[in-house]
């Protein structure tokens, strides 16, 4: 699944390995910690995304996504609204009406 959350520069994107992705992914497993990643994508998203620093928001909005999806999938609205944010502040306005609908 690629959901072009990075930058369009080749030089800002810092891709994490196989192994290091998957470690970051096994340690959400309990109920409610999706909440603490919507709050802290959601601050990234006002205090850096809207800056143009993105790196750090979109990994945390896929590390949402990936506990939601396999976790807490009937809870992620909240999730995906904040992520249509955040694509609306990368002004990709189609991918950001597609997840309000």
Known sequence: MSLNLESEKENEINV???DQEVAYFELLKAPGQGKALTNYAEYLLMTQAMKGKIKNTAFWF???LKYYE???PA???RHLTMLALFYATRDKK???EGLYR
């Open 75 to 77: 809870l992620m609205d």
């Open 94 to 96: 189609m991918m950001a």
């Open 62 to 64: 896929r590390l949402g």
């Open 70 to 72: 396999r976790i807490e």
């Open 16 to 18: 994490l390995t196989g």
